[in-house]
């Protein structure tokens, strides 16, 4: 009805992301204060996704992303750990690839944004007070940022990346 009325479908949680499989539509992913959410029904109904030991109460902010090219990769950012995972079978297991500094390089509980690579994978870029990327799923990150200093003009820490629709190497940063 255009937004005239809503259904509220995850109670009593703090949703930080929502996002959409757009291979398979009706799959959503969400992530909350409380943990990782999956909905195959279109966000009717939501599983809280809690096995291989994934963070599952008390996660904090959380932040979560997936592969356009593979839906069935997921990568979620929990800054309560903090820690980072990555699911390679749509959820059914999780893996932890980094935790502590590793995973968050400050600030995860006020800004922290996930997104990978179009075509590829396991190329996901990570960005909290700096931007990182890590070609190998996680599992090692590479600093973009420059570091602090008198010729710094901008605040790094970051809330969005987007890829540029037709150049995959493009990206554009939004932060503070």
Known sequence: DAGLN???????????????????PDVLWSATSQGIYKSTNNGVNWTKQT?????????????????????????ALFAGGPSFWRTGDG???????????????GQCWYNMVLRVHRTNPDIVFR????IFRSINGG??????????????????????????????????????
């Open 6 to 24: 809503w259904t509220r479908r995850l109670n009593s949680v703090e949703v930080y992301e929502i996002a959409r499989d757009p291979a398979v």
């Open 51 to 75: 096995t291989s030991g994934l963070p599952s109460s008390n996660v904090g902010r959380s932040e979560l992303a997936f592969a356009p090219s593979d839906g069935n990769v997921v990568y």
């Open 91 to 105: 959820g059914a297991t999780w893996t932890q690839m980094t935790s502590g500094s590793n995973a968050c390089d």
């Open 127 to 130: 960005g909290t007070v700096h």
């Open 139 to 176: 599992s090692s990150w590479t600093d973009l940022s420059n570091g602090w200093g008198s010729n710094q003009k901008v605040h790094q820490d970051m809330h969005h990346l987007l890829m540029h629709p037709q150049h995959t190497e493009t990206w554009y940063a939004g932060g503070d």
